[in-house]
């Protein structure tokens, strides 16, 4: 039987609960028996893995024993005291804290020796004898790997070394002097041995040595006749549970399924070294065994991150604890082989880690398809999929990050712990690498804890519970055999039967009526399907390894949580955090791309190593909740001010500021050069001022804010300093809020008046100058300088808000004295307007235009439109008549028309100003409809009722009631101001609520002299015109546009917008009534039609020159003879031809565009002028 160390009062009844069916079976003793060895099994692997949750405070605790933040004290002869008086206080700080490690490194011993116990047990019973019950052996290699993570950690830690020893020194002094005066103290002897204990254990880093060298055989108080040194049997099982564990965990390095093997793999040498010392001295080990584990795994992977800055060697692991010389294994070429292995591993990691990106990058897609919230419903579109199998790839999917985060995990802890443990710096090219890594974990734990949460919380219990069937049906066959045999079977073979019925029993009991699978449920499980899978049972290899591989994905995913805590834990990059800045650095100066996007998870992977920092052991935490946190506001000072502020944030400003600078001299500076933003490869800084605030431990750093504080009082110190560069920063300042969307507060300082250009009585008595000098723009309401000064760097803009200022400072009453100078200009311009028209050639011109469409209007060829011909005939001929100054009669005229549309565009804008203006002003009235007299108020008040007492209102002979208000009877002169106060209200009130419709006025006013009565029959005939001044219209605004283009500007006018000329035509027609007739001439469409055929026959053309070239090509393509080199010449000259042929046809076609591009603006143009002047409620 086996040999039940553990008590039977202390088995837990978690486990003997479930195997409760095998309770009310007939032959209790034998389910009783297997009940107890199942049970003692499951408490050993439950206790292990107990064991190794509680050992991560103790190992955290081993490494940050040191110095205190706060007494930080470097190395060095002329401080060596304060050093040592600083470790000892930490020491003794921290006696507590070694004393409960030292007892759960006893408790591991205990358990590793009972689990051998129970191993050798196993080879008598009758349910395991012909089986390896590996969840027992995986147990001991983790007790063994938890002591020999403590014996690192300790051996690895300088300070507590030193700490030690002076400690002992200190100890040893006071037990001398106790000795020579005679001084008896219980206490101090008991506190002595403690100590001897402590450093014969502990703190020697020791605690894996004792445990192999301790007694396994059970102890006088148990009745066992177990002999573990000389017990062959055990041997022998010892040694196929090690080359069974290492052949799998080594299988499983370095391949897509890889988890936590390399830390199972570290307990493995341990059992093989525990394996040795139980060896009798006389027996020879293995030499093959030791050959295949200095070599093999060593040769794939030297070396294993356990812990911080803590790494295992497997080589030197053996030549310490189980040397042995074996021909063909050179101890001496063990750090040769890690040199070459570094090398190998830099030259491709690389590569690796853009393989990890990849992985994870696709497998987030994947996550954010089947695990969204529109995804979550486990009924599938295509038919051949059921519930089940989307239930299974979904958990397939959910460990598959995990197994991910394993293998990035493992690739650059191993290339960090081997460059440090062999001295060799790391290179710049993995840099990069490095930091992509961090971010693939953080990414994944973000997936799976964050993101999609609620989907995985969902799969989670639907997986386990289909892998639960699917363990079971491995062993449906067996449970068949063992029910139809366990009524005939008879002696040893009817006990069997029994046992495995019990066996079965608890794995049915185990896998079914739960969805979390605890711990020891999980064990329980894996080992009653070893007790059903040994080869006498009847079930197959294939069954068992398959039952085996899915327990394995059973507890991967039901312990999901602790694994993905793990595999994406970055608490290793506190013991690297040199590399830190150089992250940051990397980051920042990228010159492809601003990789902002994994910032966020670079600072969480950064704060994973918070929880290690508060187990510092010389903090304490209990009295002082500050002291406590002494290790994590240094990390965090560091990391916020030595990493992200000086990599990050400071390099950011000066960025920014620097490139605002730049752009605002490139503007004021000739010899400075303007920057091409294609060409240009500084950092991108824009994606850093857009991206979301990061979390920084318990703190919120928002770049964009850092910015704009630091270029807030920038700004305001320079300015103070040089208040003649005002305008320089506060053009800085509006660039900052343009390109990099940093509104900047205003620092209050006095800047002077700003320029808001051309004054509005300025414009008023001038503005015959001004209409020729500005083009309106019509659909942003702004005026434009059509040809700057000579010299003049920039051009004077006209606005809504430099009319709206100029109100401001001259009132509103300057608006009908806008209108009314407006309307004495256009008088003017209306008697050059008639006496154009009044000319004998354009009136006659003009009446036999309209002759000959009201004739043809109804023609095939004419179909009531206007023809191209006969407008550009007209420009044609008018152009004979003399030009001036490169102008024709014809573009003075429409020039004439332009100035009259500008004229009319600058009373629109004054409108608009005006009740901008208004509209600021009223914003300080709480209720514009509901405004309080301030005057009664200030004087003498008013009375309760209202009305003149005759009966006016609605007829009934009663005034209105109003409200009774109180006078405040103040002097003469507040009055006075409360009146004008009144006054100034009711006209900000007034005018805001104002129609008056000067367009319409103006229309009306002209409208009634030209067709009220007088000779202006010349007048009628104004619309026939129209379309010969679109043509000119069009052909003067593409030359100003190319001039646009070419530095010699100011030789003719150069502009991109010029709407005043249809405003002009608009207002014009609206005054003749003429729009009918206007449009009655459908000349745009006449236009547009006459563009279609112009690109028609381009395309023909181009057709023919196409057909043309693919002929030459073909004839030239054939080889010539001797006699037709001759004709060489005349080829190229053919080929010259046809070059100059192409470009024509290609200057064409985009002179083509031009036109047709200009002829649909100015059409729009006109139609919405046309809406200003129409007969329905204005809508400017």
Not at 18 to 24: K, L, T
Not at 117 to 122: F, I, N, R, S
Request: charged content about 25%.
């Amino acid at each position: 039987k086996v040999s039940l160390t553990v008590p039977e009062k202390v088995l837990p009844q978690h486990l003997i609960s479930m195997f409760s069916p095998n309770a009310g079976t007939p032959n209790r003793d034998l389910s009783d028996d297997a009940l107890k060895s199942l049970s003692a099994l499951s408490y050993l692997c439950d206790e292990s893995n107990e064991l190794s949750s509680v050992s991560q405070t103790f190992i955290s605790g081993v490494l940050m024993f040191g110095s205190r933040p706060a007494a930080k004290i470097p190395e060095g002869d002329e401080i060596s005291s304060k050093r040592a008086d600083e470790l000892i206080l930490c020491i003794g700080q921290s006696m507590t804290f070694f004393q409960e490690l030292h007892n759960f490194t006893l408790r591991c011993m205990r358990i590793a020796r009972n689990i051998v116990c129970q191993l050798a047990g196993c080879l008598t019973d009758d349910i395991f004898r012909n089986t390896k019950v590996i969840p027992v052996a995986e147990a001991l290699i983790t007790v063994l790997r938890i002591l020999i993570t403590v014996d690192s950690a300790v051996s690895n830690n300088s300070e507590l070394t030193d700490a030690w020893r002076m400690y002992k020194m200190v100890v040893r002094e006071k037990s001398t002097k106790n000795n020579v005066e005679g001084v008896v103290d219980e206490q101090f002897a008991t506190f002595e041995k403690m100590v001897v204990e402590l450093d014969g254990n502990v703190l020697s880093a020791r605690c894996f040595a004792s445990c192999i060298e301790q007694d396994f055989n059970p102890s006088s108080t148990q009745a066992s006749n177990i002999d573990v040194r000389n017990n062959p049997a055990l041997h022998a099982e010892l040694k196929s549970l090690i080359v069974i564990l290492f052949d799998r965990f080594n299988a499983l390095v370095g391949s897509a399924s890889e988890t936590n093997e390399r830390q199972q793999l570290v307990g493995v040498y341990g059992l093989y070294a525990m394996y040795r010392r139980i060896l009798p001295p006389s027996e020879v080990p293995d030499g093959k065994l030791f050959k295949k584990l200095f070599t093999i795994f060593p040769d794939r992977c030297p070396i294993v991150n356990i812990c911080g800055d803590s790494s295992f060697f497997p080589t030197n692991f053996m030549m310490e604890h189980a040397p042995f010389e074996v021909k063909g294994v050179d101890l001496n070429s063990v750090g040769k082989k890690a040199v070459e292995f570094v090398k190998r591993l830099d030259a491709s990691f690389e590569k690796q880690a853009s393989q990890f990106k990849t992985q994870c990058l696709a497998w987030i897609a994947q996550c954010d398809s089947e695990l969204s919230a529109s995804a979550r419903s486990f009924k599938s579109n295509e038919v051949d999929v059921s519930p089940t199998e989307k239930i299974e790839s979904r958990g397939s999917l959910i460990l598959k990050g995990v197994v991910i985060a394993y293998r990035a995990s493992a690739l650059v802890k191993t290339l960090l712990a081997l460059h440090k443990a062999l001295g060799l710096p790391l290179t710049s090219k993995l840099i990069t690498p490095v930091r992509s890594l961090v971010e693939v974990l953080k990414a994944i734990e973000a997936e799976l804890t964050n993101r999609r949460r609620a989907a995985v919380a969902t799969t989670q219990p639907l997986t386990l519970r289909i892998l639960a069937s699917a363990i079971f049906r491995k062993f449906k066959a067996l449970k068949s055999v063992v029910d139809s045999s366990n009524a005939s079977a008879k002696g040893s073979k009817s006990r069997k039967i029994k046992k495995l019925a019990a066996c079965l029993a608890a794995l049915e009991g185990s896998l079914k009526g739960t969805t979390t699978y605890g711990p020891a449920r999980r064990f329980a499980a894996q080992l009653a399907a070893c007790a059903c899978s040994s080869p006498d049972t009847g079930v197959t290899a294939q069954d068992a390894q398959s039952a085996e591989a899915l327990l394995r994905r059973l507890s991967l995913l039901a312990d999901l949580d602790h694994h993905v805590k793990t595999a994406c834990s970055c608490e290793w990059l506190y013991f690297n955090r040199e590399l830190l800045p150089v992250f940051f650095s990397d980051v920042y100066s990228n010159e492809k791309k601003a990789d902002v996007a994994g910032l966020q998870l670079l600072v969480n992977g950064i704060c994973d190593a918070e929880p290690m920092l508060r187990c510092a052991p010389q903090l304490n935490s209990d009295e002082d909740e500050k002291e406590g946190e002494a290790y994590v506001d240094e990390y965090r000072n560091f990391v916020m001010e030595d990493v992200l502020k000086a990599e990050i944030i400071d390099k950011l400003c000066r960025e920014v500021e620097n490139d605002l600078r730049l752009h605002i001299h490139t503007k004021n500076l000739d010899h400075m050069a303007t920057t091409n933003p294609v060409t240009d490869k500084r950092m991108k800084i824009r994606p850093f001022m857009l991206m979301q605030p990061l979390a920084v431990f318990d703190l919120v750093v928002d770049i964009h804010k850092s910015v704009k504080l630091y270029l807030e009082a920038s700004f305001y110190n320079l300015t103070t300093i040089a208040l003649h560069d005002w305008l320089t920063y506060s053009e800085m300042k509006n660039l900052a809020k343009e390109k990099f969307g940093l509104q900047l507060a205003d620092n209050f300082l006095p800047m002077g008046s700003l320029d808001q250009g051309l004054d509005i009585l300025q414009i008023m008595r001038n503005i015959h100058v001004f209409v020729a000098r500005f083009n309106y723009d019509l659909n942003q309401q702004v005026f434009i300088e059509r040809r700057p000064d000579r010299g003049a760097k920039y051009l004077n803009t006209i606005s809504i808000e430099s009319i709206s200022c100029s109100i401001r400072q001259h009132g509103l009453g300057i608006l009908n004295t806008t209108v009314n100078y407006t309307y004495q200009y256009l008088s003017k311009k209306f008697h050059i307007f008639s006496q154009f028209l009044f000319d004998d050639y354009i009136r006659s011109h003009l009446s036999k235009e309209k002759r000959w469409f009201k004739k043809h209007h109804k023609d095939d060829d004419v179909d009531n439109k206007y023809p191209f011909a006969r407008a550009m005939s007209f420009v044609k001929d008018i152009k004979k008549l003399g030009v001036s100054d490169g102008k024709t009669f014809l573009d003075r005229f429409r020039i004439l028309i332009t100035e009259i549309g500008n004229a009319l565009g600058y009373v629109r804008m004054v409108r608009s100003a005006g009740m901008k203006y208004c509209s600021e002003a009223v914003q300080f009235l709480p209720d514009i409809d509901d405004i309080q007299e301030f005057a009664p108020l200030a004087g003498a008040g008013t009375g309760g009722f209202g009305g003149d007492g005759d009966g006016d209102g609605d007829g009934d002979g009663e005034g209105e009631i109003e409200e009774k208000i109180e006078g405040a009877g103040l002097s003469e002169t507040t009055i006075n101001a409360a009146k004008n106060l009144d006054q100034c209200i009711n006209v900000v009130k007034t005018n805001l609520k104002d129609s008056t419709d000067y367009f319409h006025v103006l229309v009306q006013v002209f409208k009634e002299v030209l067709l009220g009565g007088g000779d202006h029959k010349q007048l009628d005939n104004f619309f026939m015109i129209v379309p010969s001044l679109c043509l000119s219209w069009v052909e003067a605004s593409l030359q100003a546009k190319d001039m646009m283009y070419k530095k010699n500007r100011n030789v003719r006018d150069a502009y991109y917008s010029d709407d005043g000329f249809a405003m002009g035509i608009a207002y014009i027609l609206s005054i003749l009534a003429q729009h009918e007739h206007f449009d009655a001439l459908h000349f745009f469409q006449s236009l547009r039609e006459k563009y279609d055929a112009d690109d028609a026959e381009l395309k023909r053309q181009e057709e023919v020159m196409a057909a043309k070239l693919k002929k030459k090509k073909e004839a030239a393509s054939k080889k010539r003879s001797f006699f037709s080199r001759s004709k060489k010449k005349d080829d190229d000259d053919d080929s010259d031809d046809d070059d100059e042929e192409a470009s024509a046809l290609q200057l064409t076609a985009k002179r083509l565009g031009a036109h047709r591009r200009e002829s649909e603006m100015l059409y729009f143009s006109l139609k919405g002028a046309t809406i200003f002047f129409s007969e329905r409620k204005n809508l400017a």
